[in-house]
């Protein structure tokens, strides 16, 4: 013998036993790591979409303040769809102002609930969002608004997970963002 105890003979390998619990214990890690994973994926595709809605708002406000103009954010049919089933970004266009230019737009996000209120009640979903001249908010859905609360919800969202975003639209135009829990 070379001074150390043996417990195996001839083999370096696994036994059958060490190699089941081998198996039992990631079977176990790889169920508890699978509903955050799901939450993460839902976290970052509203956090993607929310980022572009925002980026498309600003781009609305500074198209408004170049122009001297009204722009809007209007969802795809004519501004009659929510946003959640895209939007386009209309500005007028310098030579003739009553036409409005479409500067960009965007396909929607599927498996979403995008509502008026952070979905507390009314769930009236935003359609045309409208900056003045000054980039203020003039308009949400034709109607003349101060301010604008809106939020964005997978629709297999669980109660109490913070996979939602809250976007808020002050009265100067300011667009804030935030976690929201689903409700």
Same mark, same amino acid.
């Given at each position: 013998?070379?001074?150390?105890?043996?417990?195996? +003979?001839?083999?370096?390998?696994?036994?059958?036993?060490?190699?089941?619990?081998?198996?039992?214990?990631?079977?176990?890690?790889?169920?508890?790591?699978?509903?955050?994973? @799901?939450?993460?994926?839902? @976290?970052?595709?509203?956090?993607?979409?929310?980022?572009?809605?925002?980026?498309?708002?600003?781009?609305?406000?500074?198209?408004?303040?170049? @122009?001297?103009?009204?722009?809007?954010?209007?969802?795809?049919?004519?501004?009659?769809?929510?946003?959640?089933?895209?939007?386009?970004?209309?500005?007028?266009?310098?030579?003739?102002?009553?036409?409005?230019?479409?500067?960009?737009?965007?396909?929607?996000?599927?498996?979403?609930?995008?509502?008026?209120?952070?979905?507390?009640?009314?769930?009236?979903?935003?359609?045309?969002?409208?900056?003045?001249?000054?980039?203020?908010?003039?308009?949400?859905?034709?109607?003349?608004?101060?301010?604008?609360?809106?939020?964005?919800?997978?629709?297999?969202?669980?109660?109490?997970?913070?996979?939602? +975003?809250?976007? @808020?639209?002050?009265?100067?135009?300011?667009?804030?963002?935030?976690?929201?829990?689903?409700?």
């Amino acid at each position: 013998m070379d001074g150390g105890l043996s417990w195996r +003979r001839g083999g370096s390998g696994l036994t059958l036993v060490e190699f089941m619990v081998a198996i039992v214990v990631l079977a176990i890690l790889t169920t508890i790591s699978i509903p955050s994973l @799901r939450a993460m994926i839902q @976290r970052n595709r509203v956090s993607a979409y929310s980022s572009e809605l925002v980026g498309a708002l600003g781009l609305a406000r500074s198209e408004a303040i170049k @122009r001297g103009m009204s722009a809007s954010v209007r969802g795809p049919a004519s501004g009659s769809a929510p946003l959640t089933e895209g939007w386009r970004i209309e500005a007028p266009a310098f030579a003739s102002p009553s036409t409005p230019l479409i500067v960009q737009t965007q396909q929607g996000m599927k498996n979403a609930t995008f509502c008026g209120k952070p979905c507390g009640g009314a769930t009236d979903a935003p359609r045309s969002i409208t900056f003045n001249a000054r980039g203020n908010l003039e308009k949400v859905n034709g109607a003349e608004r101060n301010a604008v609360n809106m939020a964005l919800i997978p629709d297999d969202c669980q109660s109490g997970k913070e996979v939602g +975003r809250a976007i @808020r639209i002050n009265a100067v135009g300011r667009i804030i963002t935030e976690p929201l829990a689903c409700p």
